[in-house]
């Protein structure tokens, strides 16, 4: 797991199979999947089995190589389960499919109309800029123009409402048109915490969580929770902002459902940021030169701050004239929609984890989140970097507001994109994500007429022309500046 030679190259562990001890033995490199099989073949199901293991309190232990050591005399008991295979119901089977196909077709009509449309828009527009078209036509050509886009905007405006009002899995086919949450609706939570098992964490992991080289790969969804919610408690916010044990399971469980399945902006990159933000907690022992209050700031930002990320930059919805960007006049749209998520499960009183502050305290929070996640828009990269290297080159203060507010728009910054200084095995697979998300987002706009960034087109990037520029002009000189704050003081 990267911890360096002290760490044995083999762990033992024993299992309790219906009553029957058997043991397993696996290199500390094996994966959660290469435990996974061999437990599934210890205890003679197939691959695919829904396999736990639970110790002798009956706490859920995570299929990791971290997981705790034990003993003959204490084993895990395993609980595994074969995918039934199930009756199907051929009437509301055929319902359902009856059901989609009838929304399908719906789609992809209204998606016609739109491309219809929008051909017939660019030829008018090319034939008037080309041809020099006289005045009588051009104003034709105008009035055919207004109308077409009445009607591709009340197509595209129909489309969008019919999904909202009937929503269903369409895969890409519902993706072609921007559907955001809408932000005067209140986000419930989808689970209860009955499903939210309890992990056992050793204590290699928990001195693990705390390092930069963490592998953010190795984990579940349902342990990369147990190690949110054990950051709270162990960084002292439970306790600084008397947040509810339970409270805290359910915002964590829905901010997991308000993060969408997208390449890169997903729940895992949520764990990757917030994971690097409890490290440089550490690292640069933060409690000793900011209040719990600040730390709470930092480390609930970076867990919000890609809330309902749809998978396509700011540049696409101020081209696009999504609805994101004319809600948010085209100023960090997405940012700003990530802030309305966060407040708005914070509104909800069954996931509010500063339910039990003052009103003052939670102002602040509310700006401080606010100032960081906002801060995370690249388009105020530049104007943030200034105002910290004037910060540092006058003395930086740490009895500063103005000062410390500055670092921590850098930390958040430098969190969001510190994959790259992470070990090559953990990095390497975040740029695949990434790319797989521009080539969508290029491929789209090539579709729609609009803009294509280069650094997105799959016809003119390549891994090492994507990464150089970006780690030698962007990331190098963020991350220096930041340890120059702390190297000042």
């Avoid at 909202?164 to 519902?174: E, H, T, Y």
């Avoid at 100032?371 to 690249?378: K, Y």
């Avoid at 990269?381 to 009895?399: R, V």
């Amino acid at each position: 797991m990267g911890n360096g030679s002290s760490i044995e190259p083999c762990k033992t562990v024993y299992l309790d199979i219906n009553g029957k001890e058997e043991k397993i033995v696996f290199s500390r490199q094996s994966s959660s999947r290469d435990i996974h099989e061999l437990i599934a073949q210890a205890s003679g199901v197939s691959r695919n089995a829904a396999i736990s293991l639970r110790d002798k309190t009956g706490a859920h232990v995570s299929l990791s190589p971290t997981m705790p050591a034990n003993s003959p005399s204490n084993p895990y008991k395993v609980i595994s389960r074969d995918q039934p295979s199930q009756e199907i119901d051929h009437d509301a089977f055929h319902a359902v499919l009856t059901h989609v196909a009838e929304q399908l077709n719906r789609v992809f009509k209204m998606e016609e109309l739109k491309n219809d449309l929008t051909h017939r828009l660019n030829m008018l527009e090319k034939k008037m800029e080309l041809e020099g078209l006289k005045a009588v036509e051009i104003e034709k050509c105008k009035n055919e123009i207004s109308y077409i886009k009445d009607q591709l905007w009340n197509a595209q405006k129909k489309y969008v409402d019919f999904n909202r009002l009937r929503p269903v899995c369409l895969g890409n086919a519902s993706d072609r048109l921007y559907n955001s949450l809408c932000d005067d609706r209140k986000i419930r939570l989808k689970r209860d915490i009955l499903t939210y098992p309890k992990y056992t964490l050793s204590k290699e992991t928990v001195d693990y969580l705390k390092q930069p080289t963490f592998d953010i790969w190795h984990w579940e969804p349902n342990e990369m929770l147990s190690l949110l919610e054990h950051m709270y408690h162990e960084v002292g916010l439970v306790q600084e902002f008397n947040i509810n044990p339970i409270t805290l399971k359910r915002w964590l469980l829905c901010v997991q459902e308000n993060y969408r399945n997208n390449p890169f902006h997903n729940f895992r990159h949520c764990f990757c940021v917030s994971q690097m933000m409890y490290g440089m907690i550490h690292l640069a022992k933060l409690w000793e030169r900011m209040s719990r209050e600040d730390l709470g700031i930092l480390l609930t930002a970076a867990v919000c701050h890609d809330l309902d990320h749809p998978g396509y930059n700011n540049t696409y919805q101020i081209n696009a004239r999504t609805e994101l960007a004319i809600r948010y006049n085209d100023i960090s749209p997405l940012e700003n929609h990530h802030c309305a998520v966060a407040f708005q499960i914070l509104s909800n009183p069954e996931t509010n984890i500063f339910a039990n502050i003052d009103k003052d305290t939670f102002k602040r929070i509310r700006a401080g989140m606010t100032m960081l996640i906002l801060a995370t828009d690249m388009a105020r990269h530049g104007e943030i970097m200034e105002s910290f290297k004037e910060k540092l080159n006058a003395g930086f203060d740490f009895h500063s507001k103005e000062h410390t507010d500055t670092l921590k728009m850098m930390l958040i910054k430098c969190c969001d994109i510190s994959n790259e200084v992470r070990p090559m095995e953990v990095s390497e697979p975040w740029v695949d994500c990434l790319l797989e998300e521009y080539f969508n987002q290029s491929d789209r706009e090539k579709m729609e007429g609009l803009p294509v960034a280069p650094f997105m087109d799959r016809d003119k990037v390549t891994k090492p022309t994507a990464q150089i520029g970006f780690i030698k002009f962007v990331l190098i000189p963020m991350f220096r500046d930041c340890c120059e704050g702390f190297s000042s003081v």
